[in-house]
């Protein structure tokens, strides 16, 4: 399965953006799927997941409220609707695939697929 993230770019505070992940080589309901971001100088961190069912999502307590994630299994593509963008969401957006449907959706090691990310920019 391969992972292929877009949708980045430069925004203002207060904007919106939706990134997109083209899921190729295996339907996107077999897996755990999640949005990581890695700011620089720091760790990757959780945004957000969604469940192989489809049903559950989990997302990071500084983006609830503002960022939600979807998918299309009719597209085969995972969604980050990002609203409200704030400086501090500036990083690089990684979308990533669960192929064991771990309990832990927040953490990297639980993904054994990554997507090359794509960078998202929030000017004051």
């Known amino acids: 399965v391969q992972l292929q993230a877009s949708g980045g770019g430069l925004v203002q505070a207060g904007d919106s953006l939706r990134l997109s992940c083209l899921v190729s080589?295996?339907?996107?309901?077999?897996?755990?799927m999640a949005w990581f971001r890695q700011a620089p100088g720091k760790e990757r961190e959780f945004v957000a997941a969604i469940r192989w069912s489809g049903s559950i999502t989990d997302s990071a307590d500084s983006v609830k409220g503002r960022f939600t994630i979807s998918r299309s299994v009719a597209k085969n593509t995972l969604y980050l609707q990002m609203n409200s963008l704030k400086p501090d969401d500036t990083a690089i957006y990684y979308c990533?695939?669960?192929?064991?449907?771990?309990?832990?959706?927040?953490?990297?090691?639980?993904?054994?697929?990554w997507g090359q990310g794509t960078l998202v920019t929030v000017s004051s």
């Open positions: 990533a695939a669960d192929s064991g449907r771990s309990v832990a959706v927040y953490l990297t090691r639980s993904y054994d697929v």
């Open positions: 080589g295996r339907s996107i309901n077999t897996y755990n």
